[in-house]
């Protein structure tokens, strides 16, 4: 069995810098793309940022700029690093995993960024 576990979510001014952690544990033997997704209240759940196996790294076009996504591998981690955050930026942030050619969620992590 996988599981995911994130940290790293709180309450920050805007303007202000959070990083999410999410790291895996379990049986794994492979790993493919990771990414962050985030539901804001009302709203469905967007993609925010990906990373490939090879480091090929997608953005939404709202983060771009402020949110980088890196990934190690030895340690079965994912982290987004997001700068200059926006109070739309709030959200429940989740990470999600392709392991061993299977999509696993975190149990999500809230952001709230204040005005």
């Known amino acids: 069995q996988v599981q995911l576990v994130e940290s790293g979510g709180g309450l920050v001014q805007a303007g202000g810098s959070l990083r999410l952690s999410c790291a895996a544990s379990g049986s794994i033997f492979s790993f493919d793309v990771m990414g962050w997704y985030r539901q804001a209240p009302g709203k469905q759940r967007e993609l925010a940022a990906t990373i490939s196996s090879g480091g090929s790294t997608r953005y939404v076009d709202s983060v771009k700029g402020r949110f980088t996504i890196s990934r190690d591998s030895a340690k079965n981690t994912v982290n987004l690093q997001m700068n200059s955050l926006r109070p739309e930026d709030t959200a429940v942030y989740y990470c999600?995993?392709?392991?061993?050619?299977?999509?696993?969620w975190g149990q999500g992590t809230q952001v709230t960024v204040a005005s």
């Open positions: 999600n995993m392709l392991i061993n050619n299977r999509a696993y």
